[in-house]
């Protein structure tokens, strides 16, 4: 059968294709939700639908590994639906899902329970993350068989109050995710040293913004990525540092990644566009885990995304409610903000600005999370065969960003009132629209799916096996005389 023979579901043609390595002009052929055929416009076969993407440029849907939607639990700031939705907006067409909800993802029970919600609201396509932490040490199967992405690990106090492990039961939680081959994602602030200089600055009576800033400074992060960096090498897990907010941080990563452990590091828009001099402006609204830090980070991070060092950008989109965000007393504010939305607008005005390329953000936005999480090339590629997850975007378009215009429920971001040159026209999830002319399109709501099942991790790599907590408890080797 030739193309000329198959009727197609939509071709696109007039746009530019931005692949990781260049920019061509081609036409896009879509056929059961995946790509059929990308070429001349002459070569397309018939199509029940067309769209004229003449001036805009095609991307793969981003792939933001890191959001917050918080269902169940806390409909105030956001669920299933205005999450998606938000991120069909913003041209994301897979999310991973934090586990820090109510009840937190700690058992198949919880799992299950979120999966139904995802699959009747989702409008993009999704993958759950299971909490790592002494409280699924002996869950780690059923969560597996439960369908999960992977795992994160909360190394710092977080919003929903979820315990830290301990260092020797994260090591047990190592070996026993080692050999699964599962990525563990870790917020990687050490608690004990963040709680301590918090404790000592309230008793003094500071509550002002920079307060939570002096609590945490970078070295907060750094002991935790060494550390995790150490048990991932000892153990063979993979690990991935989420939200790098620190030029410190960079050295441990890039040590780790020498020595040949399995780590990726990401970092988030609110590390390279906002610094220490907007406390005073945004105050409780740019409060986040970890904090924006002085200015001088923002450059090495950059140069990180660009060399390599940091594998992506995803967003740590974390929603609250106006109140939640504004009290005086800094301690009191929950932490966090949505991203998932306006990711891909404010990275394509930095990149344009920094001279970087559409390619760069092809890479760092959909390719390498779709490659580190297994779902590479059904995701975060345009090839015949891969899933059709396409954002359509206007790289010329200068607008504000409005919180009040944006599809999350929260609608308080330090975004506000930025401009920004790049707008996501039309988003596309496996061949339906999710976003059609700036329009949420209903029809697609529950369309999501979960990606774990497409998951194909490489084979673990495991080390020191005959160590680990489970080995020396055995019965054979405790059966002395
Ligand atoms: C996150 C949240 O609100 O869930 N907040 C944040 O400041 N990043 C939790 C987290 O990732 O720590
Ligand atoms: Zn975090």
Redesign the pocket.
Known sequence: MTTSEVIADLVIHGGTIVSPDAEYQASVAIKDGMILAIGKRQAMPQASDYLDATGLHILPGAIDV?VHFRDPGYPQKEDFASGTAAAAFGGVTTVFD?PNTLPAISDAKSLREKHEIASTKAHVDYGLYAVLGEESLTNIGELIDGGIIGFKC?M?N?FGRIPSPTTGAMLELFEIVAPTGKRISL?A?TNSIMERREARLRRMGRTDPLAHLAARPAVVAVEAVERAATLAEWTGARIHI??ISSTAELRPLADAKDRGVDITGETCPQYLLLSADDYEAKRGVIRV??PVREAENNDPIWQALVDGTIDMIAT?H?PHSIEEKTREDIWTVDCGFPGVETQMPLMLTEIARRGASLSDYVRWSAESPAKRWGLFPRKGALMVGSDADIAIVDTNLTWTIDDALTQSTARISPWHGMEATALPIHTIVRGKFAMKDRKLQEDARGWGRSVHDIQVMPPAEVRNSDQTMEAVTSARRSATT
């Open positions: 890191h934090m909360y710092g977080t917020h602030e989420l939200h885990n970890p740590d974390a």
